[in-house]
C-alpha cells in the first residue's frame, strides 16, 4: 500500500491542502491512524493523479533522461503497487460474496426442508380454509356456542 502524507496527497490530486483536510473532515476522503492518505483513496475520490515532479529539469540532457527515467519508474511502481492493492481488494470481495451466497443457499434449502417436514405433520382434515367468524346485524361478532 502507497500512503502519502496531506502535502503530497494536495500535490499528487491537483489541489490545495485545505481542499484534502475539507474532504477528511467531511468523510469524503479517509485518513489513516497516522494521518497519512491510502493513494487509493485519492483515486476514488479525485479519479486523476498527477504523478509529474514540480522539480526544473536539469540543464544537461543526460541529468533530464536520468531524472525521466526515475520519474517514470516510481510512476510505474506507484501504479502497481495501486492495482495490485485493489487486485486483492476485488479478491476478496468476490470470496466473502460467494461465502455469502453460499451460506443463502444453505438457509434456503434447510427452509424448503423444514416447510416441507411442517406440511407433512399436518393431518388430512385441516388442510381446509379456517371459518369466518359469525357477525350478528350490527356487525359484532357473535358468540360460539
Known amino acids: 500500500m502507497a500512503t502519502v502524507n496531506m502535502s503530497k496527497a494536495a500535490e499528487l490530486a491537483g489541489v490545495s491542502r485545505q481542499t484534502i483536510y475539507n474532504h477528511v473532515k467531511k468523510g469524503i476522503l479517509s485518513k489513516n491512524s497516522d494521518g497519512t492518505i491510502d493513494t487509493s483513496e485519492l483515486l476514488r475520490v479525485f479519479q486523476n493523479l498527477r504523478f509529474d515532479s514540480q522539480d526544473k529539469p536539469s540543464k544537461d540532457v543526460s541529468d533530464r533522461h536520468k531524472f525521466t527515467d526515475s520519474t517514470c519508474n516510481s510512476d510505474v511502481n506507484l501504479q502497481l503497487a495501486l492495482l495490485t492493492q485493489e487486485n486483492v481488494f476485488l479478491k476478496d470481495k468476490i470470496e466473502r460474496l460467494e461465502a455469502d451466497k453460499n451460506r443463502l443457499e444453505e438457509e ?9 417436514a411442517m406440511q407433512r405433520a399436518l393431518p388430512e382434515g385441516r388442510k381446509e380454509q379456517p371459518r369466518k367468524a359469525a357477525r350478528d346485524e350490527l356487525g359484532r361478532f357473535k358468540k360460539q356456542e
Not at 434456503?108 to 416441507?116: G, H, P, S
Open 108 to 116: 434456503k434449502q434447510r427452509l424448503w426442508t423444514f416447510l416441507e
